[in-house]
C-alpha cells in the first residue's frame, strides 16, 4: 500500500480510503466488520464517516474496539447535517460544533477524531468562529486536523488566512465529489489545492456506481442508485452511459475491470491524495485494493482525455454539491431567510430548507 501525507501535514494516509455512508449498520454488521478488518489487514489507514451517516459512526466504533484496531487508523467524521429539526442541530457555529463533536467521540468510542471535517457550507457562520471552534478542540486534544468537505474554493482559502492570521488550526483537506464523469475541479479546485497544501480526498470515484460498469445500454439492473433511470428521459444519464461504452473497451484491452480502471485513474491525479471509496460489500474493497496496483500508460490516460476533456463534465456532481447550492444562498430569497437565522444551503439536494421554523 502506498501512503501520502496528506496536505500540508505531517499524517499519511493510504491512497484508498473506506467510505462509511451506506451499509454500516447494524443490520450489515458482519459485513462491515469483515470490510474494516480486511482493509486495515491490507494497508488501509483511512477511515471516513459522518454524524448523519445514520448508525455509521457507532457501528465503526464497535468495529474498532472489538478488533482493537483503533491505533492502526486515521478516522475521519465530519458535522455539519442537520441532526434534529432545532435552530442549532445544524451548521459550523462555536455551540454546534463542540457539541457534535462530544457526540461522535461518544458514539466512536474513542477520545479523540483524528480529521474532523466541516461537512457543508454554513454560510450565516463567521469562518472565524468555525475555526475558532475548531482549534478549541485541537488544543484540547479531542481533534487533532481539520478539513472540509464540498467547499468552494474562495471559502477554503478565507479558512486558511484567517487560520494564518490567529495562528490557528488549518485545513489540510478538502473532500469533493470527482471522477472521469466530472472533472470539473480541474479548473479551480486542483491548482489551488495544490498550490497552499491541501489534500484532496474525493468522494463518488465511481460516479455512484455508474463507473462501475454495471450500467449498459439495454441492459437492465435491479439494485443501484440509477437502476430505475430512464435513459430516454434522463439527458445526463444517457450521456454518461455513452461514456461508459466508450470507456469499457479502454479497460477491457487492459484485461481489468472498469471500476478498477477508474479508481487507478483518480488515484493518479494530480493532487489526489486519497480516493474514498464506499465499501458496502468486501467484494467492493478487494476491488479497490487490486486498483491500487495499477497504472495506467499515457496512451491510456490519453484516451480518457479523448472521452472527457480535462476540466469539463459529463454528470454534473461539482454543480450540485458545491456551486449550486452557494448561488442559491446568495439569491435575493436567500438573503431574506438569512436574515432570520433560519437558513442553510442544502448541499445534498440542492433545495432550500428551513431548520424547522420561519
Known amino acids: 500500500m502506498e501512503y501520502r501525507q496528506l496536505g500540508k501535514s505531517g499524517l499519511r494516509v493510504s491512497k484508498l480510503c473506506i467510505g462509511t455512508m451506506v451499509g454500516f449498520t447494524s443490520q450489515n454488521y458482519e459485513e462491515a466488520k469483515r470490510v474494516i478488518e480486511f482493509g486495515i489487514d491490507n494497508g488501509i489507514n483511512f477511515i471516513d464517516t459522518a454524524d448523519c451517516y445514520i448508525e455509521s459512526e457507532e457501528v465503526v466504533g464497535k468495529i474498532l474496539k472489538e478488533t482493537g484496531k483503533r491505533d492502526k487508523v486515521i478516522l475521519a467524521t465530519k458535522f455539519g447535517w442537520y441532526m434534529g429539526e432545532g435552530a442549532n442541530d445544524y451548521g459550523a457555529s462555536l455551540k454546534h460544533i463542540i457539541e457534535s463533536c462530544e457526540a461522535s467521540l461518544k458514539r466512536l468510542k474513542t477520545d479523540y477524531i483524528d480529521l474532523y471535517i466541516v461537512h457543508v457550507v454554513d454560510a450565516n457562520t463567521p469562518m472565524e468562529e468555525t475555526l475558532y471552534a475548531l482549534d478549541k478542540l485541537v488544543r484540547d486534544g479531542k481533534v487533532r486536523y481539520i478539513g472540509t468537505s464540498k467547499h468552494p474554493t474562495y471559502l477554503i482559502l478565507e479558512g486558511i488566512f484567517i487560520s494564518e492570521k490567529y ?4 485545513f489540510i483537506s478538502e473532500q469533493p465529489p470527482y471522477n472521469i464523469l466530472d472533472r470539473s475541479i480541474e479548473n479551480e479546485l486542483i491548482p489551488m489545492c495544490i498550490k497552499y497544501g491541501i489534500g484532496i480526498t474525493p468522494f463518488f470515484p465511481l460516479a455512484a456506481g455508474i463507473l462501475s460498469g454495471k450500467y449498459r445500454k439495454g441492459v437492465k439492473i435491479e439494485e443501484g442508485r440509477y437502476a430505475k433511470r430512464d435513459m430516454e428521459k434522463d439527458e445526463k444519464f444517457r450521456q454518461s452511459i455513452e461514456v461508459v461504452e466508450k470507456l469499457i473497451p479502454v479497460a477491457e484491452n487492459r484485461g481489468i475491470p472498469l471500476a478498477e480502471f477508474s479508481l487507478a485513474w483518480l488515484m493518479d491525479r494530480p493532487g489526489i491524495t486519497s480516493v474514498i471509496l464506499g465499501a458496502r460489500k468486501l467484494d467492493y474493497l478487494i476491488s479497490g485494493l487490486k486498483a491500487c496496483d495499477i497504472k495506467l500508460t499515457e496512451e491510456e490516460l490519453k484516451k480518457v482525455d479523448e472521452i472527457v476533456p480535462p476540466g469539463t463534465y459529463v454528470y454534473p456532481y461539482y ?21 432570520t437565522g433560519a437558513y442553510i444551503p442544502d448541499n445534498k439536494t440542492g433545495s432550500d430548507r428551513k431548520a424547522g421554523y420561519e
Open 167 to 170: 495562528g490557528w488550526a488549518r
Open 319 to 339: 454543480e450540485e454539491s458545491i456551486w449550486r447550492p452557494s448561488r442559491m444562498f446568495y439569491s435575493s430569497e436567500a438573503r431574506r431567510i438569512k436574515r
